[in-house]
């Protein structure tokens, strides 16, 4: 999903705008499973000496999530988690998109003066 252009706003009613605007609001649905930030892969070295990794065959890879927002840092997903981690990854890009074309409405309706309605 893409954000419209400006352009394309203009081309819509107040009342257009104030309707896609709920539309947006109504597909936004259930957010209790969203997740900001990436999964990632890495493989890890366990610095024992006699270990495969210290010849250069390292453990893994490993997922990890790291989050754009709040605590800084990666927490591991154990594999079985990866799957569930993506889906909830993916929600967090869709209402993403969602949230920035519902912004993108209301600044036009501003604009306008019209932001007040619906």
């Known amino acids: 999903m893409?954000?419209?252009h400006k352009s394309e706003?203009?081309?819509l009613s107040a009342q257009d705008l104030i309707d896609r605007?709920?539309?947006l609001v109504?597909?936004?649905g259930d957010l209790e499973q969203v997740l900001l930030g990436s999964l990632v892969e890495q493989t890890r070295k366990c610095g024992r000496a006699g270990c495969r990794c210290a010849a250069g065959r390292p453990h893994g890879p490993y997922a990890y999530l790291t989050p754009r927002r709040g605590k800084h840092g990666m927490h591991y997903v154990p594999g079985a988690l990866v799957p569930l981690v993506a889906?909830?990854?993916a929600k967090g890009q869709h209402a993403e998109t969602i949230?920035?074309?519902i912004?993108?409405?209301n600044a036009e309706l501003l604009a306008r003066r019209e932001l007040g309605l619906g």
Request: aromatic content about 4%; proline content about 5%; hydrophobic content about 60%.
């Open 99 to 101: 949230l920035a074309e």
């Open 2 to 4: 893409v954000v419209p």
């Open 21 to 23: 605007r709920a539309e």
């Open 103 to 105: 912004s993108a409405i």
């Open 26 to 28: 109504a597909s936004l």
């Open 87 to 89: 889906a909830c990854l």
């Open 9 to 11: 706003f203009l081309k």
